[in-house]
Each structure stands twice: as structure tokens, then as C-alpha cells.
């Protein structure tokens, strides 16, 4: 029997074992450890990949979306619209920052419903929180003019799809900032915790990087304002530079396996899949993760777990508004819905064809037994 972890992280530190171990050296040799020429480094390079003029490096995405709510002024009173089917970041960040969580419904695709969010606004909504959930990015077009015609901020939540495009456009640089998560599993992810915010504006990014330094501005080294302990790593700065050599090609990796899902899986009517690759000519998406909806799921997951093959429920299987214990009471039918029957298979760059093959034959032999 086969064995196919969900993700397998020693296989990823192993897949460029060498070059990691030189980076490491480089880095502790030189005493390098905090904000060194190794973060400057990365960052200078994600934001040329992104073709956007700032990118800062953070100590992991919850903090670039605290960090981005505080540098555009969101307070207390204010209302800050955002999908209820996201990690509990995305909430605890408005929560933090002093602003009421307003949760949206989803659509089929699984990302935040533009027509949801048109219900939600108040006179008191100050920002759209779109999620780039899963790789693929939200309809930025419905979106955006929703925002200009309510004059809203957007801050996009990218934290699962950096490289995903709408539009030939890159997620993260719909918003003022865009936000990301280098969370080891990521498409580029470091060997712990970090993040970083995107913006073009000049002025958010000063704001952003006294936040991350205790309030200090880099510039004179004076407090200016109250600020956190949240700076990107270096020793992870420099990882995630040489990953991001890497990254187009992990990415391309990650597209094939899609494909042979969806090649695979197509045929059952008792699932539904994601977009495939291509299949939509607006999006480019880059599969984060394989986000499927299947009928008799929790069955399945037993019987993909006894052949060997790990699957996870997203969240552990509650979108936001189903925590009740934080108080929340909405009622969003189609995401209800889809928390039914949601699971993630496995998908990173470590994957071979033959596992891809494996784990759909097994799915296809779950569901005969049912037919038959």
C-alpha cells in the first residue's frame, strides 16, 4: 500500500537539501539575524515578480493583514466585509485591529460572492476583504467597482495564491495592500512562520514598516507610533529568496497535477471539482490547494485514509460563522452548503504522477462500490 501524507515536509526540505544547508551557513556565518541585506533582498525581488513598487516582509500573514488594517486607519466602529469560508486569520485580524467582522457568503467556485457583499455594506463599511482562497483569485472586476461606488478600501487577503492572476493582473495588487502567508505548506513557503504585505502606495508602506519594527521610523530610527514585534526573519528571507528562483516552476508543477486530477476525476458525477488549468481564460491559478466537494465525503476520507492517502477538511471543516462560541449568527446558504461536502487532496510539487493516478484510482473505486 501506498503511502501519500497530505503534505510531506521532510520531502520538501530534502528536495533542495544542498542549497538550503549553503543559504543556512551563509546566513549564521555572517551573524546575519534581523533585517539584514537578506530580507531587503527578497523583498526587493517579490515585489519586482509582482511588478508592484513595495513589498514588506512580516512575521506571517495574520500580521500583514493586521499591519495593513491599522496603516489605512481601520478603528473601532468601522466594518470590514470579508468571506466566511477563510482561515480564522482573516476575522482575528479585524477583530484586532478594532473593527466588526461582517461575513459573506461564497459562490461555486468557492471564493467570496460579489452579490453577497453589495447586502452587507452599511454606512459603516470602510473595507472589502476579498480571499484569494485556494490559488484562484475572486471576481476582482464586480468587486473593485463595488468598491469604487461605496468608496471602499480593498485589502485583499492573497495569503494562498501568490503568482495566481484575473486578467493577467497578479494576486495582491487589486487592494491598496495585498497580504501573503509563507506558512511552510504554501506554494512558497519558508521553513516556519513569515508573511508579507504588497501595496503601491508610498505612504501605507512607510506606515507599515515602523508597525513591524516597534514603531520605529526607518529613517531616523525614532518611535513615531505604537507599533509590534513582527519583522520577517532573515534566516527565512533568505529561503524564501532562493525558493522564489524556484517558484515559477513549482507552480508549473503544481498546474500538471491539476490536470491529471481533473483528467481523472472529471467523469464522477458525485464530485465537484475546481476549475481546471486553461479552462477559463480570466484566470490563471496556481492551486494552493485542490478544493473538491464530494458526496459522501466523511466515507470517503475514511477510505482514502485506510489506502494510505492523507486528506484534510479546510479550517478543520467550519467556515467562520459556524463558531458560534465567537459570537456569530449568519446565515450564508451556499457556503453551508459547501462545508458539507468539502475536503482537500493532496497537492504540492512533491507529488509524483503515479501517486496523482493512485489517489484518483482509489476515489473512482469508492465511488463504484457505491454505483455498484
Known amino acids: ?14 528536495q533542495r537539501k544542498d542549497e538550503y544547508l549553503d543559504v543556512v551557513h551563509d546566513v549564521l556565518s555572517r551573524g546575519a539575524y534581523i533585517m539584514q541585506k537578506d530580507l531587503v533582498n527578497f523583498e526587493n525581488n517579490l515585489a519586482k515578480y509582482l511588478g508592484i513598487k513595495h513589498a514588506i516582509g512580516v512575521a506571517d500573514g495574520t500580521m500583514a493583514l493586521l499591519t495593513s488594517l491599522i496603516a489605512v486607519g481601520i478603528k473601532e466602529g468601522d466594518e470590514v466585509i470579508v468571506p466566511s469560508h477563510t482561515f480564522i486569520a482573516s476575522a482575528a485580524a479585524i477583530h484586532h485591529a478594532g473593527a466588526k467582522i461582517i461575513l459573506a457568503d461564497c459562490q461555486e467556485d468557492h471564493l467570496i460572492d460579489p452579490v453577497s457583499i453589495t447586502k452587507l455594506i452599511t454606512p459603516r463599511t470602510k473595507v472589502i476583504m476579498p480571499v484569494q482562497l485556494n490559488g ?15 468608496n471602499l478600501i480593498i485589502i485583499e487577503d492573497s495569503c494562498q495564491a501568490l503568482g495566481a492572476k484575473y486578467k493577467q493582473q497578479f494576486a ?15 506554494t512558497l513557503g519558508c521553513f516556519g512562520d513569515g508573511g508579507a504585505v504588497v501595496t503601491n502606495s508610498d505612504k501605507v508602506a512607510a506606515k507599515i514598516r515602523m508597525i513591524r519594527d516597534h514603531g520605529r521610523d526607518p529613517t531616523d530610527g525614532k518611535v513615531k507610533l505604537f507599533g509590534f514585534n513582527c519583522r520577517l526573519d532573515n534566516l527565512q528571507a533568505a529561503v524564501l529568496g532562493l525558493k522564489l528562483k ?26 465537484l471539482l475546481p476549475p481546471a488549468p486553461e479552462s477559463e481564460v480570466d484566470h490563471f491559478d496556481v492551486f494552493q490547494n485542490y478544493e473538491i466537494e464530494a458526496q459522501h465525503r466523511d466515507e470517503l476520507k475514511i477510505f482514502l485514509s485506510e489506502a494510505g492517502i492523507g486528506t484534510i477538511l479546510q479550517w478543520g471543516g467550519y467556515a467562520i460563522h459556524q463558531f458560534r462560541e465567537l459570537g456569530f449568527n449568519s446565515e450564508l446558504k451556499c457556503t453551508e452548503e459547501m462545508t458539507k461536502k468539502f475536503m482537500l487532496l493532496p497537492l504540492h510539487s512533491m507529488l509524483s504522477d503515479e501517486d496523482v493516478i493512485y489517489i484518483c484510482q482509489k476515489i473512482n473505486e469508492f465511488y463504484n462500490s457505491k454505483i455498484n
Open 246 to 271: 524556484y517558484y515559477d516552476e513549482d507552480i508549473d508543477r503544481r498546474r500538471n497535477i491539476a490536470r491529471l486530477y481533473d483528467i481523472h476525476l472529471r467523469p464522477i458525477r458525485q464530485i
Open 136 to 150: 484562484r483569485i475572486a471576481n476582482m472586476d464586480a468587486i473593485t467597482q463595488i468598491a469604487a461606488e461605496n
Open 172 to 186: 495582491g495588487t487589486f487592494g491598496i495592500t495585498g497580504t501573503f502567508s509563507f506558512f511552510p505548506a504554501k
Open 1 to 14: 500500500m501506498k503511502e501519500i501524507p497530505f503534505f510531506n515536509y521532510p520531502a520538501l526540505f530534502q
